[in-house]
């Protein structure tokens, strides 16, 4: 199959396909499932297997933007699949790309469509199989398609009144009945969360995500840099040094100098791990610049 064409376009239109395979979408969806990553690859591999594939994120599809040309939103849940992306100009969703409308065996396909900016379109539409049960395609002041007979949701937004020839109510106000209406649940941020990947179709590398490593501890930290300059966290009025100074003559040697950096290690424990790392590393300096002169002293 060959992807629709998504390339920019004057009046982009944002396109969610929902393929739905349970009688009860509402209970799929409301407990919020985790998305198959491994399933969005295969669909858009199948969609058009000429085009790279790359993550570009995991979210909440109705607490984020929109997605962007070539770019897509997938969900892959028991019994229902959800696919968002744009298109270009769009007018009656009984036109659909079919590689979009069949790309995945669903016995009930529900589409919502809605454009971008200043754009006041708006669509719905009901496919069973390959056949369409309802579609209707308007602005506030045009409309484009109106097939099938209205749906029950839709009876309280053609009961108002207006004047002239503006519909009585405002196209993308009919998709969010129709996704409660068709899907059980609102698709905005007042319901649950339906977490989506998106991939990206366009040859851009996947986002670098930095790792961070957990901080060591602080007496871990202690210990390890009491025991490696041989002496103990646990009794720090100990040190191998004290016997070579018991008169305390020698305490500005470079030997007593690195026994103090590891007495007030173990002696500083209330600091935080990066002031006592920044603090250990300042001292130790210090005793190694001492050692380099004592050393240049004695040749």
């Not at 920019?8 to 198959?36: G, I, K, M, Q, T």
């Not at 395609?137 to 749906?151: F, H, I, M, N, Q």
Request: with cysteine.
């Amino acid at each position: 199959m060959t992807a629709p064409n998504v390339s920019s376009s004057a009046d982009p239109v944002v396109v969610s396909l929902w393929f739905v395979s349970v009688p009860n979408a509402a209970a799929v969806l409301s407990a919020e499932p985790s998305p198959d990553r491994g399933f969005g690859r295969k669909y858009l591999s199948q969609l058009d297997s000429s085009k790279p594939i790359t993550a570009i994120g995991t979210f909440p599809l109705n607490r984020s933007t929109v997605p962007g040309h070539n770019e897509f939103y997938i969900g892959g849940f028991p019994g229902v699949i959800v696919v968002q992306t744009l298109v270009d100009t769009l007018t009656k969703l009984s036109e659909l790309p079919r590689t979009l409308m069949l790309s995945v065996d669903a016995p009930d396909l529900y589409v919502f469509a809605e454009g971008q900016g200043e754009s006041t379109f708006a669509g719905i539409a009901h496919f069973q199989g390959d056949k369409l049960r309802r579609s209707f395609c308007a602005t506030r002041s045009r409309v484009y398609e109106d097939k099938g007979l209205p749906e029950p949701f839709e009876y309280s937004f053609w009961s108002g009144d207006s004047e002239g020839i503006d519909l009585p109510f405002a196209p993308k106000d009919l998709v969010a009945g129709a996704e409660v209406g068709w899907l059980g649940v609102p698709i905005t941020a007042d319901g649950p969360d339906i977490n989506v990947v998106g991939f990206a179709t366009d040859g851009r590398k996947e986002p670098r995500i930095e790792s961070h490593a957990t901080p060591t501890p602080l007496d871990e930290l202690v210990v390890t840099s009491s025991t490696k300059l041989g002496f103990s966290a646990t009794n720090p009025d100990y040190d191998d040094y004290e016997g070579d100074s018991e008169d305390g003559t020698d305490d500005d040697t470079p030997g007593a100098e690195l026994a103090q950096v590891a007495k007030d290690v173990a002696r500083i424990g209330w600091l935080t791990s990066k002031k006592l790392a920044r603090y250990a590393s300042s001292r130790l300096s210090e005793a190694k610049e001492r050692l380099r002169h004592l050393d240049r002293k004695e040749k």
